[in-house]
């Protein structure tokens, strides 16, 4: 793995990053869009990652899908793409854990997920008790309550507090799977990303994810949370929701719907092509739009 750290800092790169739980849909091909004209706009790089860390969840071939998907929509990684299953990502997310193991922020929980239904901030019960290795147990990293700000490119000045909306949060879970919130930060870290792009449904991961970065010694990202597209009940599109994959057959027409949606008013251009419209959006790329909302309507 190249060393980003030797980057200049005014070198922008972003990243999409999708779980392979099913093809793309509208919402999941906004985020792709969104992230991939920041990094084009800035002149960066914009990478594409496979967050498959969450094997129960992963769809056999979905993976291979989104690529062909992208590719389909013109957007190619600017890097070879990286899986988090992975044995090398693997390896790199045990480094992080053992340094957080090191400096004694960790514990085992015994908590069953029954215990905890209803409970939305971890009341910190097993951060004094002492389990044995072979209980069922998840690893929680013990955080502080502490105040994060954070500038958000497209939802302004933000504060979160952990303490306030999780409480101390799994990094592994009882099955030995690491968790999201720990791969993420390390993966970004060691992708050198300089702003991380996503929807605004995850953004009160945010403080837990700059407690990672702090506790490890990272690198700090931007972050820019663009509004996330919601279906007539104000549901997030979501695979999950059931959206709709996207077609392969008409990715100019779909795009300028996306566009279309994120406020950019695109023309109709003469020429009709994927590229041409690519081209366009990044030449005419208005992020300024969609500031401060924090959902959009697909319906409208
Ligand atoms: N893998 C997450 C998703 O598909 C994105 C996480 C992120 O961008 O930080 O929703």
Same mark, same amino acid.
């Given at each position: 793995?190249?060393?980003?750290?030797?980057?200049?800092?005014?070198?922008?790169?972003?990243?999409?990053?999708?779980?392979?739980?099913?093809?793309?849909?509208?919402?999941?091909? $906004?985020?792709?869009?969104?992230?991939? %004209?920041?990094?084009?706009?800035?002149? @960066?790089?914009?990478?594409?990652?496979i967050e498959d860390i969450d094997e129960t969840r992963n769809i056999a @071939?979905?993976?291979?899908?989104?690529?062909?998907?992208?590719?389909?929509? @013109?957007?190619?990684?600017?890097? $070879?793409?990286?899986?988090? !299953?992975?044995?090398?990502?693997?390896?790199?997310?045990?480094?992080?854990?053992?340094? %957080?193991?090191?400096?004694?922020?960790?514990?085992?929980?015994?908590?069953?997920?029954?215990?905890?239904?209803?409970?939305?901030?971890?009341?910190?019960?097993?951060?004094?008790?002492?389990?044995?290795?072979?209980?069922?147990?998840?690893?929680?990293?013990? $955080?502080?309550?502490?105040?994060?700000?954070?500038?958000?490119?497209?939802?302004?000045?933000?504060?979160?507090? /952990?303490?306030?909306?999780?409480?101390?949060?799994?990094? /592994?879970?009882?099955?030995?799977?690491?968790?999201?919130?720990?791969?993420?930060?390390?993966?970004?870290?060691?992708?050198?990303i300089t702003e991380v792009v996503r929807g605004t449904d995850i953004m009160?991961?945010?403080?837990?994810?700059?407690?990672?970065?702090?506790?490890?010694?990272?690198?700090?990202?931007?972050?820019?949370?663009?509004?996330?597209? $919601?279906?007539?009940?104000?549901?997030? %599109?979501?695979?999950?929701?059931?959206?709709?994959?996207?077609?392969?057959?008409?990715?100019?027409?779909?795009?300028?719907?996306?566009?279309?949606?994120?406020?950019?008013?695109?023309?109709? %251009?003469?020429?009709? !092509?994927?590229?041409?419209?690519?081209?366009?959006? /990044?030449?005419?790329w208005q992020p300024e739009n969609l500031f401060k909302q924090t959902e959009?309507?697909?319906?409208?």
């Amino acid at each position: 793995m190249k060393k980003w750290s030797k980057l200049s800092k005014s070198h922008y790169r972003g990243r999409f990053a999708p779980s392979p739980t099913g093809d793309l849909h509208l919402g999941s091909l $906004t985020a792709a869009i969104v992230s991939y %004209l920041q990094a084009k706009v800035n002149n @960066g790089h914009w990478l594409l990652r496979i967050e498959d860390i969450d094997e129960t969840r992963n769809i056999a @071939g979905a993976h291979q899908q989104i690529i062909k998907t992208l590719d389909r929509y @013109g957007l190619h990684s600017d890097e $070879t793409v990286i899986h988090q !299953t992975s044995k090398y990502r693997q390896l790199a997310y045990q480094q992080a854990y053992q340094k %957080l193991k090191e400096k004694k922020l960790t514990y085992r929980c015994v908590c069953t997920r029954k215990q905890l239904s209803g409970v939305n901030t971890y009341p910190n019960t097993c951060r004094n008790q002492i389990y044995p290795t072979d209980s069922m147990h998840s690893i929680r990293v013990k $955080t502080t309550h502490q105040y994060f700000k954070f500038k958000d490119f497209f939802q302004g000045h933000q504060v979160q507090n /952990i303490a306030e909306q999780s409480g101390d949060f799994n990094i /592994i879970r009882k099955d030995g799977l690491f968790c999201y919130q720990l791969a993420v930060v390390i993966d970004d870290a060691d992708q050198g990303i300089t702003e991380v792009v996503r929807g605004t449904d995850i953004m009160d991961s945010t403080s837990r994810q700059m407690y990672l970065i702090e506790q490890l010694n990272l690198a700090q990202p931007n972050y820019a949370h663009f509004p996330v597209l $919601t279906d007539s009940n104000g549901a997030k %599109l979501s695979k999950q929701n059931h959206s709709k994959a996207i077609t392969h057959e008409n990715p100019y027409e779909t795009t300028w719907a996306v566009l279309q949606l994120l406020r950019q008013k695109p023309p109709q %251009l003469k020429q009709k !092509t994927q590229s041409a419209l690519l081209d366009w959006a /990044i030449k005419n790329w208005q992020p300024e739009n969609l500031f401060k909302q924090t959902e959009i309507n697909s319906l409208c």
